[in-house]
């Protein structure tokens, strides 16, 4: 008699499949509402039905219109243009697949989900993030990998779970598909 290997059925995902991309939570309120059990915390302030302090513990301040920023700050944005005709500005850290999804536990700015119509692109293909002024990607053990491109310089196949520092002008292959670092 020979024994067979039985897999528990697969739970399909609910989540979309077309492109899209999830735009992170809005921020909490600053300040505690008041806790559960009898008692204060030092700096409580009680808010107000819409979970917001009252306005005289606010100090208000006459807004102008900023200045416009100075050209070396705009240069740090980062623009991540896809092969696939989207484009997103990098606010922080992020995921690109054609599903991503966080590990339990992992929290991200931003899940960038691309059309892979032939799959070539893993759900959870890289990471990206920010450290100081520097763009960095990271591929998270991707089926067909992740290769990068500098401008005028020699490509490199990233080591699974190893960040890499991306300058712009660089092109990502992420399976059949690219995105460019501007």
Not at 28 to 37: D, E, L, N, Y
Not at 93 to 98: I, P
Request: glycine share 10%; proline share 10%.
């Amino acid at each position: 008699m020979t024994a067979s290997r039985v897999r528990p059925p697969e739970i399909a995902d609910s989540r979309p499949s077309d492109t899209s991309i999830v735009e992170p939570l809005a921020k909490p309120p600053v300040g505690r509402s008041k806790p559960a059990v009898a008692g204060r915390f030092p700096g409580d302030v009680d808010l107000d039905e819409d979970g917001l302090p009252p306005t005289e513990a606010i100090d208000v301040v006459a807004l102008e219109s900023a200045p416009p920023a100075p050209p070396a700050a705009r240069a740090r944005v980062y623009r991540l243009s896809f092969s696939t005709g989207e484009s997103v500005e990098v606010r922080g850290s992020g995921l690109v697949g054609r599903r991503p999804i966080t590990q339990p536990g992992e929290h991200v700015d931003q899940l960038v989900a691309i059309s892979d119509p032939a799959r070539s692109v893993s759900k959870t293909h890289l990471e990206f993030g920010l450290e100081g002024d520097d763009l960095w990607i990271c591929d998270r053990y991707s089926g067909n990998g992740t290769v990068a491109r500098p401008l005028g310089g020699l490509a490199r196949q990233c080591e699974a779970g190893r960040r890499y520092r991306v300058e712009r002008g660089t092109r990502v292959d992420i399976g059949d598909q690219w995105f460019d670092v501007s």
